[in-house]
């Protein structure tokens, strides 16, 4: 695979999960960041935007969604792509990942060529 100049941040709070998106990122050509809580996340984002976000929802002392209303609210950050992948998958859940501004929403789990095919095309200029 042809090595690509985007860096993308990897945010979960399961260190297992933060290894395989990070190793099919890899092996997709990307560069990647991690971490593994919200407001780690934020200092990342911060210190340097990714080209794109995969961002858990279900974790402890601040949701992912509170990640992704920063990258949002803030005109340095809101046009980084925001791929949401979580476990939680009702309806209302996916629509409040929508709503708060996310490119996409994937379930847990997800596979290596939905999650490559969802950053590809939230990556695409508009």
């Not at 200092?43 to 920063?70: A, C, N, R, T, Y």
Request: some cysteine; overall charge negative.
């Amino acid at each position: 695979m042809e090595k690509s100049d985007k860096t993308i941040l990897v945010v979960d709070d399961q260190r297992e999960t933060v290894e395989l998106f990070s190793e099919m990122l890899c092996l997709s050509g990307y560069h990647v960041q991690a971490c593994m809580s919200s407001d780690q996340a934020v200092q990342v984002i911060q210190s340097g935007p990714p080209d794109g976000v995969l961002l858990d929802v279900m974790m402890p002392e601040k949701s992912g969604l509170s990640v992704l209303e920063f990258i949002r609210n803030d005109p340095h950050y809101n046009a980084i792509p925001v791929i949401v992948v979580s476990a939680k998958s009702l309806p209302g859940d996916i629509a409040a990942g929508m709503d708060a501004g996310a490119n996409q929403y994937l379930t847990k789990p997800v596979s290596f060529l939905d999650l490559i095919k969802a950053l590809q095309d939230a990556l695409q200029p508009n």
